[in-house]
T-cell receptor, first 114, second 113 residues
Framework: DADVTQTPRNRITKTGKRIMLECSQT?????MYWYRQDPGLGLRLIYY???????NKGEISDGYSVSRQAQAKFSLSLESAIPNQTAFYFC?????????????FGPGTRLTVL | DQQVKQNSPSLSVQEGRISILNCDYT??????FLWYKKYPAEGPTFLIS???IKDKNEDGRFTVFLNKSAKHLSLHIVPSQPGDSAVYFC????????????WGLGTSLAVNP
């Protein structure tokens, strides 16, 4: 079984629609992250959470919101999707104190906004 | 301004030969460096890392070298195999950026049979 799962894996939606991407983990990690990947732009951090009561903006948070429902669940919402939010979205987790900063990624969601 | 740079967007090598992927950084406060491997339509997978107190870390066919004075690190894959064909990302972290990972743009490696 995968340690970090994302649903849906693939989603096509229309401009203006609200959409939620979900991430669950069984690794027991406190820290969770949402990234976006566009071709040629690498990985860009959207939001991150160090525990259930902690939410922080990343470098590209505009147009997105998150919810940390539990230690194991971290959801990303697009309140009103627009075409330039078409991208791959990845969730990642990390232990609070590992001394390595290693993050572990889910398989990703391919989102297309028409 | 990119703090982590991978200046080669792509690299092609023959099977069995050495692959060398390079990464430069600008922030001297970075104290931990990681390499990730990514196949199409999959999430990045952690490959190998190195602390700034070391200059080399080896794990099987993969070795990472760190040159702090030059703010440069490299990933060596020996011998290269067709299954190594993927995009490789370099990332760095430090206390100054709340231990978030700062990512390079990636290098696409093609290992030809």
């Amino acid at each position: 079984d995968a340690d970090v799962t994302q649903t849906p894996r693939n989603r096509i939606t229309k401009t203006g629609k609200r959409i939620m991407l979900e991430c669950s983990q069984t690794k027991g990690h406190d820290r969770m992250y949402w990234y976006r990947q566009d071709p040629g732009l690498g990985l860009r951090l959207i939001y991150y959470s160090f525990d259930v009561k902690d939410i922080n903006k990343g470098e590209i948070s505009d147009g997105y919101s998150v919810s940390r429902q539990a230690q194991a669940k971290f959801s990303l919402s697009l309140e009103s999707a627009i075409p330039n939010q078409t991208a791959f979205y990845f969730c990642a987790t990390a232990p609070a104190t590992s001394g390595t900063d290693t993050q572990y990624f889910g398989p990703g969601t391919r989102l297309t906004v028409l | 301004d990119q703090q982590v740079k991978q200046n080669s967007p792509s690299l092609s090598v023959q099977e069995g030969r050495i692959s060398i992927l390079n990464c430069d950084y600008t922030n001297s406060m970075f104290d931990y460096f990681l390499w990730y491997k990514k196949y199409p339509a999959e999430g990045p997978t952690f490959l190998i890392s190195i602390s700034s107190i070391k200059d080399k870390n080896e794990d099987g066919r993969f070795t990472v070298f760190l040159n702090k004075s030059a703010k440069h690190l490299s990933l060596h894959i020996v011998p290269s195999q067709p299954g190594d064909s993927a995009v490789y990302f370099c990332a760095a972290s430090g206390a100054g950026n709340n231990r978030k990972l700062i990512w390079g743009l990636g290098t696409s490696l093609a290992v030809n049979p």
